[in-house]
């Protein structure tokens, strides 16, 4: 089986990671990787924040302090604290940023534009992950920083442009089985005919 069908399949969300620090030139082969996801008219949407050692760890003290405050509010804030705890281990997590829309887009296309780039980032996200998997490092896609949103852009000086999601990278201290995925069967249509112009 090529090697890229291999990471596809063994790749899992880590959550438990080795304290063991990642090489910079190992993180600089993973953001090359990235950068080579497609985008919509080339724009390249995506802009990163590397975060380690201190600066991981205080990602993870404002996550659990948000959620404390949530939590004493009353408020729902499912998985964000059991997520800190991840991101307080992992040796690096990177932010992962929609950069803000070009002057050249009106204000009323900017909806509608970054609607398109986030399935770009999503492509870079993807591409990300895959590449950790195949230079033998764990992972964790994440969504709850977005809690936290405010907070974060204020700190990572990214205040004009949107965040999406996080990314921890780090040596796997688990060995996740596979989760349930139902069979491409269950959700694929195969059309051949186009329809009937006269009907």
């Known amino acids: 089986m090529p090697d890229t069908l291999h990471d596809i399949g063994a790749r899992r969300s880590i959550r438990r990671y080795r304290r063991e620090p990642i090489p910079r030139a190992t993180l600089e082969q993973i953001l090359t990787a990235t950068v080579q996801a497609p985008s919509a008219k080339n724009a390249q949407p995506w802009r990163f924040v590397v975060l380690e050692g201190e600066a991981a760890r205080y990602l ?70 895959l590449a950790a998997q195949a230079l033998g490092l764990g992972s964790l896609w994440i969504c709850d920083v977005l809690y936290c949103e405010d907070e974060i852009n204020a700190w990572a000086g990214h205040t004009a442009d949107k965040l999406v999601a996080a990314v921890s990278l780090g040596w796997a201290d688990e060995a996740p089985r596979a989760r349930p995925r139902r069979p491409w069967q269950d959700v694929t249509e195969w059309r051949g005919a186009a329809p009937d112009a006269t009907s």
Not at 76 to 94: F, K, M
């Open 60 to 129: 993870a003290q404002v996550m659990m302090q948000r959620a404390a405050k949530l939590t004493e509010a009353g408020e729902d804030t499912g998985s964000l604290a059991w997520t800190a705890a991840v991101v307080e281990q992992a040796p690096v997590t990177i932010l992962v940023y929609d950069a803000a829309p070009p002057a050249e887009i009106p204000a009323k296309f900017h909806a509608d534009y970054r609607f398109v780039m986030l399935q770009s980032i999503g492509g870079a996200i993807q591409t990300m992950l």
